[in-house]
């Protein structure tokens, strides 16, 4: 859908056109999928003819005119072509069926919005701004005057302020005035209640159907907090509300003043305190500091930065730490020679792989330029952009130019690195000695990198009774390092709070669900004991998107195969077996010491190939009736080695610690 716009917007150029007032009525009749509207635009100004507007090619034109008479036209592919007068009002009335159906797998679909750009109906309505569902044109700023008309029972909703809401005729009516730049308008409608507080002077909304209802409470609170963080942040919240709103189908989108949540995505009890919040961030970077797609989309890293990340920082060390260290461990098993691209060639993700460098790779991108210039001239650099180009586009440049001002640094060099390199630098301690020295100890040694970066990373020894602290500037020169302690060192360890990006070796790598995911060298194979059905190997395969992978016998497989290969087994064969999991006796198995009968469970368990340590194997194993809804949750839990569920419901999910890393030296 975005792909649309930003080819509709090279088309048709911003200069062309002046200040434009847009009044769109819109009558909504889900029953028949219908949409009716009449756009009364305009102009302000003279303006260039013919005109040409985008308008989906699903509509019928009722009419074109100016002053009630009619006005020649054209339409055909998805443009409107009207030999109008550029200084009169123009009126265009038209109606169109959407009627778009949402994925019946939508665990096995990357598209974001499963296959949904425009649908009326019943269930709901949701109106994405690709499919031109009004006629769209750019201009420098078009002020959008829209009015909603839905059936009694149905609520709609858009971006902008909310000037009336009301029920007349036997029908619902809003309306609502967005006087600031959009790219585009969304528009979305349901059988909402309607839920209304204030966070300051922000009036904040929950359009929630019955079911969903009893939540909104306190999604309302938890949008306050957020939005009172992030004034505090990026500086005034940019728009004129906030609204979190219901939609049919599963989604988590952020509009411009306004966030749709899928009903399964709103029920699940994590959601308000995290993925809220992401939505939330993005009213600031994404949706009011718009991105300039033609330097890369930054706003996903950004987001994913002050708002996944920060929350795990304000919660602790740790656990902040462990969030750096999941993006590694996910880029390092997710992208492949294959499928990398640099930072600045991200616009939108499309797998997991493409997430693991959009998300993942370009939060880090921003902790490790914290890191370089402080926190003090991190946020204020943020603010900066943030209040001064609201409803502007801002690419990569303006990041380094702003930090660049801020910093007194010249940062053009480590933006370039990070944004334009494909490899990652792997980094190894080498020719580490200790020895006896007239203080007590001495450790020395050297750190290398390849390829070359302009690093600055922290070395920490650990002793009996001290912790020693060492910055290193690292380039292409290998850098020789020493410490002096009276104390017996223990451990040396470089990067010890994981601050850096950079590709993890393979020992540093736990087997985990992505391990199987992100495989391009994978075998499956099913047992001919406790194999789930097909139903359910096929659903797991396609939420793996491994879909088109055959399924083979294990007795039909070489051991040389077998040992050359990722392995995703579905059973548990005697001949190749997990050491967590075992076979014990009448459908019961011991995973890590817990006794389980498969009847009512479902294990999924990932280590290292049995035949070659290189390699990762996988094992599902379960004979619950419910295995099928398992597998479609099984890559939901990416980072783990280790998964039990109990029906359908997760009682375990682990990961394993692994035991190598170039960084880590033990004495």
């Known amino acids: 859908m975005k792909s649309l716009l930003l080819l509709f917007l090279l088309f048709f150029p911003i200069s062309a056109f002046a200040v434009i007032e847009y009044d769109l009525k819109i009558s909504l009749h889900p029953a028949e999928q219908l949409l009716v509207a009449t756009a009364q635009i305009d102009f302000n100004d003279q303006i260039d003819t013919p005109l040409k507007l985008s308008l989906s090619s699903r509509c019928e034109i009722l009419a074109v005119q100016q002053r009630g008479k009619p006005v020649p036209y054209s339409f055909s592919s998805g443009i409107l072509q009207l030999d109008a007068d550029g200084t009169e009002p123009l009126s265009i009335s038209y109606q169109a069926v959407f009627n778009d159906q949402a994925s019946n797998s939508p ?65 619902n009516s809003s309306v609502w005035l967005i006087d600031y730049p959009l790219r585009g308008l969304t528009l979305s409608a349901g059988a909402y209640q309607v839920f209304e507080e204030l966070a300051g002077p922000v009036p904040i909304y929950a359009y929630f159907t019955a079911d969903t209802a009893p939540l909104a409470a306190t999604y309302l609170q938890e949008a306050r907090s957020y939005l009172q963080l992030y004034t505090e942040l990026f500086g005034p919240y940019p728009f004129h509300k906030f609204a979190i709103v219901e939609n049919f189908f599963p989604t988590g989108y952020g509009f411009a003043s306004w966030t749709l949540l899928g009903s399964s995505v709103i029920k699940l009890p994590f959601i308000v305190k995290t993925s809220l919040g992401h939505e939330i961030a993005h009213s600031w970077w994404g949706t009011s500091v718009q991105v300039d797609y033609g330097q890369g989309n930054w706003a996903e890293g950004l987001t994913t930065y002050v708002a996944d990340y920060l929350y795990k920082e304000r919660s602790s060390v740790a656990e902040a730490r462990a969030y750096r260290l999941k993006i590694l461990r996910n880029y390092a098993s997710l992208v492949t020679a294959e499928n990398v691209f640099p930072v600045a060639r991200f616009s939108s993700r499309h797998d997991k792989a493409s997430q693991s460098i959009g998300y993942g790779k370009t939060a880090l991108l921003f902790h490790m330029l914290r890191q370089r210039i402080g926190d003090q001239a991190f946020w204020a650099g943020l603010r900066k952009i943030a209040t001064e180009r609201r409803h502007t586009q801002v690419g990569w440049d303006d990041f380094s130019q702003v930090f660049s001002t801020i910093s007194g640094q010249d940062l053009q060099s480590f933006f370039d690195q990070w944004l334009t390199n494909t490899e990652g630098p792997q980094l190894a ?41 060492k910055t290193l500037k690292l380039d292409a020169t290998p850098q020789a390092f020493s410490f002096e302690t009276t104390s017996r060192p223990l451990e040396l360890q470089a990067d010890p709070d994981v601050d ?16 199987i995911r992100g495989s391009n060298k994978l075998l499956v194979l099913r047992a001919d004991n406790y194999s789930p059905d097909a139903e359910t190997i096929k659903t797991l395969l396609g939420a793996m998107r491994k879909a088109s992978l055959p399924v083979r016998s294990l007795s039909e497989v070489s051991q040389a195969e077998l040992a050359s290969h990722d392995l995703l087994i579905f059973g548990l064969p005697a001949q190749l077996q997990p050491a967590q999991l075992k076979s014990t006796s009448g459908g019961q198995f011991t995973l890590e010491e817990q006794s389980v009968n498969l009847n009512d469970h479902s294990a999924f368990v990932v280590e290292s190939n049995p035949l070659n340590s290189k390699m990762s194997a996988a094992w599902f194993v379960s004979e619950d009736q ?24 997760n009682s375990v999910k682990e990961t394993r610690t692994p035991e190598e890393s170039p960084l880590k030296i033990k004495f």
């Open 429 to 469: 301690l080498q020719d580490v000695e200790l020895a006896e020295s007239e203080k007590g100890w001495r450790v020395s040694g050297t750190l290398t990198q390849q390829p070359v970066y302009q690093l600055t990373i922290d070395l920490q020894l650990t002793t009996q009774t001290e912790t020693l602290r």
């Open 107 to 171: 665990a096995h679909n990357e598209d974001p919005s499963y296959g949904v750009s425009a649908s009326i109906s019943e269930a709901g309505t949701y109106l994405s701004s690709g499919v031109n569902w009004y006629p769209l044109f750019r201009a420098k700023q078009i002020n959008y005057r829209i009015s909603i008309s839905t059936p009694l029972g149905t609520e709609a909703i858009t971006s902008g302020r909310l000037l009336t809401r009301q029920t007349t005729k036997g029908r």
């Open 626 to 649: 419910q295995a099928a809804v398992v597998a479609r949750k099984i890559p939901h839990y990416g980072k783990y080695s280790t998964l039990l569920f109990d029906g359908v419901k």
């Open 500 to 515: 850096l990006f950079r590709i993890l070796a393979a020992g540093e790598i736990p087997a985990t669900v992505n391990s």
